[in-house]
């Protein structure tokens, strides 16, 4: 139910030999589905012949039994699924790109958010270059070309190009014979990788997407590493690592990544929990019973509930059925939207002293309208409590908000919130404490620039809007 | 995860005046949707012109806005989601249907399933009668309309023919006026009605769908009971009530109905922590988490954990986007399907004792599938317990099982099941406790014959198969 | 751009074993598919087993190479192309229609209009029958079912059904070991069989068909006659034979059969060819060229240029790539809608005096604009000449021209839809010429009521138009 | 009928005002439709912003109401249909492609086909460009993009690209505020220019889709002309005029054009009829028809007719439903492909002396069946006479021909061709005499290329053929 969305999930595989690697794919990304569900895309690579697909849509609805069978088998494959911001919509935008240059052909999946694309971008035009899309991959692409012309091997070109983008990027490149994953030097984006059980290799936004095809999960790849896996088997270049400080999103433990992901060796559901306890210890309330707004709400909710011995309830039903075809109900109907994909369980909320625990509040107008459904269901004092800090600046590294303006956090205090959206009370777990729920805190640093605005890197300035961001444009799949 | 189904959910509005009404029945079979996932549709009256549109595929296919916008306004709709077993599939049998008879149009939708629909086919096709579905409901409008010849009204019409069919009947009639509820004198699936914020009235199968367009809960329609919703108001024939004992089907409290649902002024979620809180008492073990198989074991599975104080655990992430489309793993991938749609969240199992709660077990693959993913996260033990006794007989009201044969428990011993299926334990809820999870017994009677063979209705003779069942069929939508 | 329309093309196959009778049938359909573009539909008969499908569209789209393979293989067939008057359109009424009644299932396939429809339906409705559609199928479906209770066989039912039925019929019907063939007793509609190469046998509304799928042409279905085709070879029940007089619809050959079909012995190109020279002989007239509209008066164009010693020219150029899906241009934009469809050729028609060709004028909108269309590229003369007598009165037997009042020449004199459609001069084909181009009218006799008003049968009266025609109805395909 | 095909068309329109210039462009593409039935694209320029939509497949199925109208309303437009050969095909390569570089947005559509392509990429990529397709177009954007940096406008860029490109050229480019149309010095490829009714200019590869839209016809483009309209009207950078001969493709005439488009003055109806008498000329025969084969062979029919005296006629019925779903006859039906799609009139070629007339021969097998169709049918003779002389070399200015194996009279006499395609004689149209069929020759140069192999430029090389040619593809749409 929330408004913050992450830019993009990403697949590869390396397989031993050549197998329906499209549809090892497909299942990668039905699994990183969460991740981005504006477009999506599969490349199959066979002996060096690139067969892709990508379009408007979910998995689900893009990739129709007849269509994967054209991608044929392969031995390796790349896939991708996106969210996109407003300014860079349609399918022309869609991943993983694949492109032609002097060395042959090159497929890209990109999971992040450069700061100096506007400069790259504009160096590149500078020289003649053209863009057929406003994503970085392009970008990306275009820079381990460049790269490549100085470099002896693919792999040379992607390390080079490291040096002069800066931002968020995990990356997956496939050139005819290999597939490299990169993380940038801070490693904002999560990205692992696994071992098929024939051999062959897999590398992933998240290692949900390593269980649901059976590959064992190796490890996270490092900050800073550029990994290589070719028929040699899998190398490493480290000149980046440990150049810059770890600072992996803290939101994707918080919001972002599935349940059931590990990430730098922290599970995802455990961090929740985590954050669910100490939300109780912070912001302890006399209830009845804790209760999450699903799904996001629901890991910190056992979390409260086991700290404060306020039982947990399953208190919403949540539509599971609603698609991307839904239609919202419109002004000749005086139909609830939220109510249709939203029920409070009567009998559990009626008379009810709840503790309502979600991730975060981004705009406040969702929380609001689920009080107020509680409150119509009976429920006679609400506590909503929150497993992040008040939301109140700028990612430049992949999480749109569109305009800080949109961020109720930005503009109101914790009691005017509260007041909003008519919670009886409203408490927010604390930056300090959220920096432990991740496995205590031991596993390195995180960006938190979000909730504090310690902005790891240099941001981009201010850019002309008017230049490319909403300029160009392509028609939605409908 | 389970393969015992439902056959339908049936919806109809009576609005005071003519509007979206294609709009409310759209939402109120969202809200039914779980109920039957083969075809759907809607039917409009727009002043006894009908307008209707049914095909194979879920809500959410089947109504794109552009084909919910030639349905019109009207000021009465009926709308149907279907379940089909495997003789009566294709967009032909989708409801509800709209047939002409001497005194104009008719539509109707069922739910349940007659017991005695051969001998009346038979009877009717000695007269000259033609069959275009292999559907109850096609008989049944025959049935009302040689009923409507001898009749003053469409009402009393429904109500001579209620004297001539037999089993399970949860029916909505739309005339070109009047709108007309139905249930059969034994109440075998539920049927209830509300009333909307400006006036008019909603039927619908369960109250969910009530909720979901913001109407209000009235009460269920009474065993026996035909209501008549037109200008005039509400009115009820009660001729047939009373005069058989209720028995409605209790496996609508155990599996069927949404947990957000009442019936029979039972909360459908209650009526499921009960049973789980039973089931703790009826089979105790030591463990460390309770843990329930998304959806329909979680709401016991809280009552297990609440009752035993063994904390309750989010054990598993299924997969929220896998739709009617999933292309499953073929031979040609080492990929498990189940993997896909549920995945094991191994912070949470690994080395812990497990009680794994689920509604039933039928054909016991998918339990064993479950074990064996628990096991390979590291589950040291895993304690099944099911919240519904064995299911061990033929339904013939309404759900659908294909042949007894498919049933794990008809031809297994409950030790036999639990090394089937690889448990450490398996305990089912007795029958005794399950009578009582529903309002503690006290709101009448169930039809338990599943359970335990006692069969309300005559039961049908074995049909003679090569006749009608599986010898007319229509493509399916692809 | 006619605005007559045919009601419907029907197709039968009865193969000697168990083959890919979906496919001769599709093909088939194509052939046909001038009769008929709004809705489709194959029944494949395999050994008793119908699996059918129907929906509106083409056979190019509602045939795809995924849905023709549902179908499956089978030893028979029936196909059905039809257009729907206003009042009764939708997918519900695409034909063939399958039933099931007491001897099993039953397919139809009709071509023609019953004249006595109401009463039929009226009595079987007092009867307590329920009809689905608004089609004569589903009516003679159920007299044939009446039939076939006193029967003991099937084709005995349909030549029973015959006395009752009144009107044009020319029908196929599949149980499941027969495929029975019948045209009414004045024949109005056509009706043909051929022999496959390998032995069954194909029935089809026009011998283009047969030679589609490469069947030899044996001969028409008489007038009356009933033709059964099962494991026994071909015979006839010819009690129907001779009781009325020959009445052919001489429309057929004016426009509605392709030109390529051979209709009663005559080839229907040659009879608009004919139709062309007594034009010429009729109306001669001083000039350059003579040109066809095409494709309906190319034809008649060469007769008319062969008796004249005009020279025949090819004047406009038909985009063939207009579908059904194409977007007409609205106020928004100065596009003409019969540009797109036809543009003159300039270097042919300027300066020139031309005759210009068309099978018959209806409304007269569309010959104004193609006049207008002509004059604006530049030529000097256009003297309009149709290959029919003026159009003025409603058929009752399958033609539908929506109210008399339509017609241009009930409402006007030839001299003034002469000025109306801004024509040079105007000249009709006379009756008796007419009578006199189907093998110069040796052929037997035709209706030509729609020029005469002389109806070889009662006419239906008025029926009240608020009962069935406009009342039920189904959402189009979109 | 043919197996050559045209590899584009292109329709840009520049208005006055803001207006539904994508409905203008969907007109104008239909009306090209003949020129490339692959791909399509229409981009809308809305002051700036630039609005796309491509894909696989005809106008019709690509641009549905909805689809069209997400394109919304702009003062310029660029559409295209592409015919691709095989190792282009997919939607990634669909046109107009529209790029961002350093001065803003461009769009470009071109028609033909570049000889020095595998340079100019070689040079790019030397530099670090990458590509996105393999078309021309892209290349052509890279070089214009390159020389935009060295120049003051875009028209001086376009200007200055022409000197680097060689081959067929006929090009629109769209920047936020000009179109500029442009023909390469041989002016291989037609491209003229209209005026709209309302002011306002639109470009097109052939007249008829000026005359579609309701335009006024101005002129062609000239060979090396440069023309830009703007807010300031037309004009003309002629620096490359002049500078080489002459070398419009005369199979436009042949067999690309529509009939009745006029291209560098002459009517291509007119060519192919003169076409028709010089053969008759060169080639007569004592017949008695001449009938052409649909669509293709029907002008120059006309003209043998005219010159010989001997009568034309209609002799073949084609079948207008068969659209790009068709399902062709396989193993399991015994039905012709060919017949299906050409039907011969059995009254017109039985016991006949036919003269047949076709615009060229390419692989010889559909010659062969026809020819058998009519034998078939009856035909007592069957001489077959070409309106083009034998087609013997390759193309590199943008008809396809795959390999020049694939050509019948590259491999084989004329006597032997005679007999491989079972006609009684066979003629084929002199070179002389065809040169002097658009307007007597008087119009100025042709490129006869494929007839004497007296090519224009310097062909290319032989492109390494692993290289880009197959390797990148995209999966087509399905």
């Not at 994953?181 to 390593?210: I, M, T, W």
């Not at 980046?240 to 992996?248: Q, R, S, V």
């Amino acid at each position: 139910m929330s408004n913050l969305r992450e830019e993009c999930g990403v697949f590869g595989i390396f397989a031993n030999e050549t197998c329906d690697v499209a549809k090892y794919t497909y299942y990668g990304l039905y699994a990183l589905q969460h991740r981005g569900q504006e477009s999506c895309g599969i490349v199959v690579n066979d002996d060096g012949l690139f067969n892709s697909y990508r379009d408007v849509g979910v998995v689900n609805d893009v990739f129709t039994s007849e269509r994967l069978a054209t991608l044929g088998f392969g031995n390796m494959a790349l896939g991708h699924v996106r969210y996109a911001s407003e300014d860079s919509t349609g399918r022309n935008n869609a991943q993983p790109i694949v492109v032609n240059h002097i060395k042959g052909r090159m497929a890209i999946a990109h999971n992040g958010c450069l700061v100096n694309s506007y400069e790259l971008r504009n160096e590149l035009e500078m020289k003649g270059s053209i863009f057929h899309t406003t994503t970085d991959s392009e970008l990306i692409s275009y820079i381990i070309t460049e790269e490549r012309l100085k470099s002896k091997t693919i792999e040379e070109a992607v390390s080079r190009a490291m040096y002069r983008i800066k931002g968020a990027c995990s990356l997956v490149v496939m050139s005819p014979s290999k597939m490299i994953a990169v993380r940038d030097e801070n490693g904002f984006r999560p990205l692992c990788y696994g071992k098929l059980p024939d051999g062959g290799y897999v590398v992933a936004s998240e290692s949900c997407a390593l269980d649901t095809i059976g590959a064992e999960f190796v490890r996270d790849i490092k900050a800073g590493e550029v990994v290589i896996f070719d028929k040699n088997g899998v190398r490493t270049i480290d000149e980046h690592i440990g150049k810059a400080p770890n600072k992996l999103c803290i939101f994707e433990y918080v919001y972002f990544a599935r349940p059931d992901s590990t990430i730098e060796g922290c599970s995802v559901h455990d961090a929740r929990v985590k954050a669910g306890e100490f939300l109780a210890m912070e912001h302890p309330v006399d209830a009845d019973i804790v209760m999450g707004v699903p799904d996001s709400g629901l890991d910190a909710a056992i979390g409260y509930s086991k700290r404060s011995g306020i039982p947990y309830e399953i208190g919403f039903l949540k539509n599971k059925y609603i698609g991307r075809t839904f239609i919202a109900p419109g002004q000749a109907t005086r139909v609830d939207k939220v109510k249709i994909k939203l029920n409070p369980i009567s009998s559990v909320v009626k008379g009810k002293r709840i503790v309502l625990i979600d991730d975060s509040i981004v705009r406040g107008t969702t929380s609001a309208q689920i009080v107020k459904l509680l409150r119509k269901a009976g429920a006679k004092e609400i506590h909503m409590r929150l497993s992040s800090p008040p939301f109140i600046n700028s990612c430049y590294y992949g999480t749109d908000i569109g305009s800080k303006e949109n961020l109720i956090a930005y503009r109101h205090s914790t009691e005017e919130i509260c007041k909003i959206i008519g919670a009886d009370s409203l408490g927010y777990l604390s930056l300090e404490n959220l920096n432990k729920t991740a496995c205590g805190g031991s596993c390195g640093g995180f960006c938190t620039a979000c909730f504090d605005g310690n902005y790891p890197t240099e941001i981009p300035p201010e850019r002309p809007k008017n230049r490319y961001d909403s300029k160009i444009s392509e028609s939605k799949n409908i």
